[in-house]
């Protein structure tokens, strides 16, 4: 079973109480999404391998390491997930960006993809998908299929709010995949929208209602 990571850093807690005040604008909403998502894809790649190499300081040489970046796989899921790109490229420039263009009905609440477009994946590809909201789990589910279709294996999702119905649909559909969320709130309500959340997270970051 995939494991689920609530990283509650004092730093998390803080900016994440700011993007919940619904006063709170895009600009600002846009800054603390990439902050945060940095602070949680920190721990999120610890699973990422090193590999030993020879350094020489000032003194002497010395046994040093480095990771490969270039199996590196960062998925977003349009839109809200472009958001939280950046933050994870922050750390890892050489990764390469795959995006997948998934909205949820709004009467079915069912997941429909309307576009992807993956780098070429295999079994060494390391893969983080990013969506703010981890609500009913059916966009990350749907996404998570998509990328195990095109030969994904080893999938990380990183989210800033989950709900418990989402957790538990994901880890259902994908027991495998690890999940790391800022936060894990109380639940949903009648739409699907996460209680207490912080609202749409892609109209607030693009000012679209």
Do not use: W
């Not at 995949?177 to 207490?196: K, M, S």
């Amino acid at each position: 079973m995939g494991k689920l990571v609530v990283v509650d850093h004092p730093l998390i807690k803080h900016k994440i109480t700011i993007m919940r005040d619904k006063k709170t604008g895009p600009k600002e909403f846009r800054e603390l999404l990439k902050e945060i998502t940095l602070l949680i894809a920190y721990e999120a790649t610890r699973k990422v391998p090193v590999y030993k190499k020879e350094v020489e300081t000032p003194l002497t040489t010395t046994a040093g390491y480095y990771f490969d970046d270039n199996n590196i796989v960062i998925v977003p899921i349009l839109r809200a997930g472009l958001g939280m790109a950046d933050g994870i490229l922050e750390l890892l420039p050489n990764a390469s960006v795959g995006h997948i263009g998934i909205y949820r009905d709004p009467e079915t609440l069912q997941a429909i993809e309307y576009y992807a477009k993956l780098p070429r994946l295999n079994e060494n590809s390391i893969i983080f998908v990013t969506d703010p909201m981890l609500a009913t789990g059916v966009s990350a589910i749907k996404a998570i299929d998509i990328i195990k279709q095109n030969g994904g294996k080893e999938i990380t999702l990183i989210s800033l709010i989950a709900a418990p119905e989402g957790v538990k649909a994901l880890q259902e559909a994908h027991p495998c995949v690890d999940i790391y969320t800022a936060a894990l709130d109380e639940r949903l309500n009648d739409h699907g929208y996460i209680i207490p959340g912080l609202g749409d997270a892609g109209d607030r970051l693009y000012r679209t209602k």
